[in-house]
């Protein structure tokens, strides 16, 4: 392994373990916003936790909540970025020893075989995606801890065309009050349309990786989601479910051209410890945190 | 003033705690979640730990071992519904007083609170370093062949809490009666949003 490679796997590693241990920026400011505006008893009784809990996090130094997931990297590759070759084994690596040192809980199990590997890697864990950006030496790295909770709503179905949009609304709700109340809400609610299932359930993943606050490049997504957002607001599940003035932090469209015949849609949530964290890794190892301001690592 | 539940728990003691009432407890807490569940029930093998009276945690923690030492690093709740389709009859085997999770769970589990007079309830989610915090001391683990999160943590806890009662002994069901208020209101607003997006014309 070169220097490089090893500083590359050291400074995953000690980004990791923070994302596990502090929430980032925009979902820290929408939870804050959404307990101000809260007045059902209940719901206070678990904002007070919830606050209480980060704050005894970063003073303990410990993952915020037990379950830090099965690790997901989301990665955008300039094209001039040195080390491409050696970057899916040093992230397996990062992964090793952030489980060690933070300590993460050990949340691979192999299929088939049925047994937790006790370090968080095994066939296709960590789970990596690609994009490859041209002419660029940078790589950025979106580090996102997927737990079973949250995971557990995650759904895609194809859909007709004469069940139009109307009926991703109504796969979003039912989903959202069948499985939504033990997903830990407020959410953070991703939503990919595309033409069939596998791209509009990846879609809705990397929905929930766009900053709380940003929105659909297309004016009729953006009302989409506001209007989306606005409307599970209403139904009103609260914190933990337990009823309340918000359902959730936000909902992200995320779309690809679809068949003329199919309409496929894919939901995922994010719970309200989203623990989802950005670094941009220049080629002399050089960083920066985007997604958590201030924090070192 | 803080209603303390103090393991061993009887069934007296739990006679005027109501669906949306918050208690703490203190005593003997064990993590049981999946695959304890289905050995007791699906596969007939004895619990290692006896349940009477105590209260079991649907979670899987990070532990932090030492010279066979165990600490509490972070244990937050896991998803109860998991535990529906056991429940009932993990109630019956066990004399379990006081199940622990997140979210809410069926009409199974209200049926044996009742019959049995035991609480389902709630720990705020995600809430897991306030949790381990609460956790005096880790006096015990069984199965640990099942891996970190499914072992049983036999836990000695203070004041653990809050604990949001969503099943009670006369099996009221606080998640139940949300989602009827849930679903009622869902149609409306799918029709409101629906009328917005009629883009395919």
Not at chain 1, 45 to 55: C, G, P, R
Request: aromatic share 6%.
């Amino acid at each position: 392994m070169t220097k490089d490679i090893q500083a590359f796997t050291d400074i995953m590693a000690r980004f990791v373990e923070m994302v596990g241990k502090r929430l980032p920026d925009d979902v820290l400011k929408k939870l804050k916003e959404l307990r101000e505006d809260e007045d059902n008893v209940l719901a206070n009784v678990v904002y007070d936790s919830m606050f209480e809990n980060l704050e005894k996090a970063e003073e303990l130094d410990r993952p915020t909540c037990q379950d830090t997931g099965v690790v997901n990297f989301f990665i955008k590759a300039g094209s001039n970025f040195p080390y491409l070759a050696q970057l899916e084994e040093a992230l397996v690596e990062s992964v090793k020893i952030a489980t060690s040192n933070s300590p993460l809980r050990h949340n691979a199990v192999q299929i088939f075989d049925e047994v937790n590997t006790g370090n968080n890697t095994g066939q296709r864990a960590p789970f990596v995606h690609w994009e490859i950006v041209d002419d660029s030496d940078k790589i950025e790295v979106e580090a996102y801890m997927a737990g079973g909770g949250c995971s557990l709503p995650g759904r895609a179905i194809t859909l007709m065309p004469s069940a139009g949009y109307e009926g991703i609304v109504q796969y979003l709700f039912d989903t959202m009050v069948d499985w939504g109340i033990n997903a830990c809400p407020p959410l953070l609610v991703g939503v990919g349309i595309a033409g069939s299932v596998e791209n509009a359930a990846l879609l809705s993943k990397k929905a929930i990786l766009r900053p709380i606050g940003s929105s659909n490049p297309n004016p009729k997504g953006a009302q989409m989601e506001k209007d989306l957002e606005e409307g599970l607001n209403k139904l009103g599940l609260g914190p933990q479910g337990l009823t309340g003035k918000s359902t959730v932090m936000g909902v992200h469209i995320e779309s690809a051209a679809r068949h003329p015949s199919t309409i496929s849609v894919g939901i995922n949530v994010g719970c309200w410890a989203h623990r989802r964290g950005t670094i941009v890794i220049n080629k002399d190892m050089s960083y920066e945190i985007i997604s958590h301001k201030g924090v070192t690592i | 003033m803080k209603k303390v539940l103090k393991t061993p728990i009887k069934s007296e003691d739990l006679a005027d705690i109501k669906i949306g009432d918050v208690i703490y407890l203190d005593g003997y807490l064990v993590t049981c979640r999946d695959v304890a569940h289905r050995r007791l029930i699906e596969l007939g093998i004895d619990l290692p730990v006896d349940l009477e009276g105590l209260a079991i945690f649907h979670a899987g923690p990070i532990v932090k071992s030492e010279n066979g030492k165990h600490s509490m690093v972070s244990i937050g709740p896991t998803t109860s519904m998991r535990m529906e389709k056991f429940e009932k009859e993990f109630i019956q085997e066990t004399g379990v007083k006081l199940i622990i999770g997140k979210g809410g769970m069926g009409s199974r589990t209200a049926e044996a609170c009742k019959e049995h007079k035991a609480l389902h309830c709630v720990f705020p989610g995600g809430c897991a370093v306030l949790a381990a915090t609460e956790v005096e001391e880790i006096e015990n683990v069984e199965w640990t062949e099942l891996g970190m999160p499914e072992s049983l943590w036999v836990s000695r806890v203070k004041e653990f809490g809050p604990l949001i009662v969503s099943i009670d002994g006369d099996g009221n069901n606080l998640f139940e009666e949300n989602k009827i208020i849930f679903n009622e209101k869902k149609d409306k607003l799918v029709e409101e949003i629906s009328n917005k997006v009629r883009f395919i014309k």
